[in-house]
T-cell receptor, first 115, second 113 residues
Framework: SQQGEEDPQALSIQEGENATMNCSYK?????LQWYRQNSGRGLVHLIL?????REKHSGRLRVTLDTSKKSSSLLITASRAADTASYFC???????????????FGRGTQLTVWP | ETGVTQSPTHLIKTRGQQVTLRCSSQ?????VSWYQQALGQGPQFIFQ???????GRGNFPPRFSGLQFPNYSSELNVNALELDDSALYLC????????????FGPGTRLTVT
C-alpha cells in the first residue's frame, strides 16, 4: 500500500506554543509535501522535501525527513490562532505503474490553536 | 489564492443522476488532477490529465470520467450517482506531470440524496 498516516489525529495548543505533527509511510518516496486545509476548503501547499533532503525551513515551518524510519515531521513554531487548520502530508512515488504527479494523502492532523 | 477556480461551489443531486464539475487551471499549467475528499478523510486521487490525455487513474469506477480542453480547463463527470459520492471534489493544477507542488482550487461540495 502507498498509504501512510499522520499523527496525532488532533492537536490542541495555546498561542505561542510549538506544534509538531508526524507523518509515516511504507514505501520509498520521491518527495513528501505538506499541505494545509482550512475548514473544508482547498489545500494550500506549504513545503516540499525531496527524498535526499533531511530538513527544510520556511518561515515558522520546519520539516524533517528520515527515510530510514520512513517518517517526516512538521514543526510550526510560535503558533497563532490563524494556524488552526487541518494539515496533510502527501507522498509521491516513482516506480512502475505509478503516476508521477499523484499525491497520496493520509487522514491529516486537525490543529486547533487557542488564543 | 492559487489562481485555480472551480464551479459550482455547492451542488445537491439525487441518487442515479449525473453531474459535471468544472475546473479552470492556473495560467501556464498543462496538468490537472482531480481528488475526492470524504468528510474526515484525506483527498483520494481520481485521475490526472496531461495535455488533454488521461495520464493516470486511481481506484475509481468508470462512471467517473474526465476531460481536459485545449485551454487546459477540465471537467469531472460522474454518472449514476451514489450516496457515497457525497464529498468535496478538488482539482489541482501543475506546470507539468512531475511530482512537484500542486495548486488546488477551493473545491465543489457535492451532496447526493
Amino acid at each position: 500500500s502507498q498509504q501512510g498516516e499522520e499523527d496525532p489525529q488532533a492537536l490542541s495548543i495555546q498561542e505561542g506554543e510549538n506544534a509538531t505533527m508526524n507523518c509515516s509511510y511504507k514505501t520509498s518516496i520521491n518527495n513528501l509535501q505538506w499541505y494545509r486545509q482550512n475548514s473544508g476548503r482547498g489545500l494550500v501547499h506549504l513545503i516540499l522535501i525531496r527524498s535526499n533532503e533531511r530538513e527544510k525551513h520556511s518561515g515558522r515551518l520546519r520539516v524533517t525527513l528520515d527515510t530510514s524510519k520512513k517518517s517526516s515531521s512538521l514543526l510550526i513554531t510560535a503558533s497563532r490562532a490563524a494556524d488552526t487548520a487541518s494539515y496533510f502530508c502527501a507522498r509521491t512515488f516513482t516506480g512502475r505503474g505509478s503516476t508521477l504527479g499523484r499525491l497520496y494523502f493520509g487522514r491529516g492532523t486537525q490543529l486547533t490553536v487557542w488564543p | 489564492e492559487t489562481g485555480v477556480t472551480q464551479s459550482p461551489t455547492h451542488l445537491i443531486k439525487t441518487r442515479g443522476q449525473q453531474v459535471t464539475l468544472r475546473c479552470s487551471s492556473q495560467s501556464g499549467h498543462n496538468t490537472v488532477s482531480w481528488y475526492q475528499q470524504a468528510l474526515g478523510q484525506g483527498p483520494q486521487f481520481i485521475f490526472q490529465y496531461y495535455r488533454e490525455e488521461e495520464n493516470g487513474r486511481g481506484n475509481f469506477p468508470p462512471r467517473f470520467s474526465g476531460l481536459q480542453f485545449p485551454n487546459y480547463s477540465s471537467e469531472l463527470n460522474v454518472n449514476a450517482l451514489e450516496l457515497d459520492d457525497s464529498a468535496l471534489y478538488l482539482c489541482a493544477s501543475s506546470p507539468g506531470q512531475g511530482p512537484g507542488e500542486q495548486y488546488f482550487g477551493p473545491g465543489t461540495r457535492l451532496t447526493v440524496t
